[in-house]
DNA sequence: TCTGGGGTCCTAGGACCC
DNA sequence: TCTGGGGTCCTAGGACCC
């Protein structure tokens, strides 16, 4: 290590990552101050799982994804407050912040609804005391813009800069600059960081990776890319390379289109019987065939996903797909469709998940015509061997204006006020989640216990 | 009361073609 | 009668992330 190191070091660009410490719990504390400084924990959708918590509810020892009703019970949980989530907060939140950080920076991808990559020119990595001001402004700008707190890293590849914003969160610093660091000092922070915990190293993998005598972040860095191709993939390989310093992920600008449409849920009872799996279908499509509409976009293949527990020494999981052919964003044309996968279903198991996905999106209306669908055979291309075709141009296809009344419907009732009527929603199916039984995150039981109190 | 839900990317392997 | 190789396309499944 010499000052030549350190020069061409800081010529170099580096990448900033900027997280959101604890995005929702800072997110309900923004509109309630009153929770700073408290233990506070969001709930998940369903079933009141814990899915964010406050600093301090990490230090009374709450786990990410314990179940609420354990926290409730437990005496030295006592002070913890939950909030039900509230997506539209946090997304509203999210596109503020992504405002204010590209207010300061040209070169912004938005990697997750709570962490920016940012782009530093080597000028700014070059300034005196490297690339820390620049980033230090970004996050000042961000709390006082939208009142979350922040810690960044910089590295000069994403996987570093990731490594380093971990470090600074677990120092709880601001910022880790790594742009001003010699090579050894890197190293000698990788030499300390678990494989566990780089970006792209999850259990399994890491698992693998002990086997073959890699345990620190160091080990990776200086494993034979090649070796850690066959162990892996190219991904592992190229986190390897990452790590060691050449820059192997972009920073992605736009957002790249979205490929999938998924609605996936655990039931709240297991189901045994095929009509009430048909009703769960029918619920499901039309809950996923919403965000569809919501997002403009059509499918032009559908899979559906029954399961029972995977606990179970027997458990069944059974996998559907089709084309749809044309695209569609019709709930009807979808729904039945999906009906098609009940006979996979094998009637007196308790199947406790299903799902429906939604997939070769286009934006509605961007479809190219259709070749004649001649003699109405189901030959449209995209169809697998093992599956079939659901035909929407037939006789039965419902008109456009289907799809539309619902959304209106949905919109001003609520959801499950109209269904397709093999859902008979006519009271809560038993295999409802009993989350989905409370009307809006605004009236959970949680805010008006506060609003009482104040 | 027992691990949520929504995504992405990559690979292996089969089908099919020349 | 025996013997191949190399493409592409598709799907299922694994692994990861937040």
Known sequence: MNAADVTAGARTPHVALVDVRSMYVSCERVIDPSLVGRPVVVLSNNDGCVIARSGEAKLLGVSMGQPWFQVQRDPRFGGVVARSSNYELYGDMASRLVASVSSLAADVEVYSIDELFVSLPPRAAAAVGGAGPMVVAICERVARWTGLPTAAGVGATKTLAKVAQREAKQRRLNLMDLSTWSRDRVDALLAVTPVVEVWGIGSRLARRLNAAGIRSALDLARADPMMLRRTGSVVLERTGRELAGTPCIPLGGEPAARRQVMHTRMMGEPVTEPEQMRQVLTVYAQRAVAR????????????????????????????????????????????????????????????????????????????????????????????GSATGTASTTGPERSGPGVGAALDAVTARFGTGALAHGVAGLRGEPVWAMRREQLSAPATTQWDQLLTART
């Not at 695209?327 to 199947?351: C, F, K, N, S, W």
């Open 292 to 383: 569809l509409r919501e997002a403009g976009l059509v499918a032009g293949a559908l899979s559906v996903t029954m399961s029972t527990s995977p606990h179970r020494p027997d458990a069944r999981h059974h996998t559907w797909s089709t084309g749809l052919a044309p695209a569609t964003d019709q709930p009807l044309e979808v729904i039945r469709a999906a009906h098609r996968a009940l006979p996979l279903m094998e009637a007196g198991r308790p199947y406790n998940r299903a799902g429906i996905l939604l997939t070769d999106l286009v934006p509605a209306g961007s479809q190219p015509a259709l070749p004649l669908d001649l003699f109405g055979l189901e030959t449209t291309p995209g169809t």
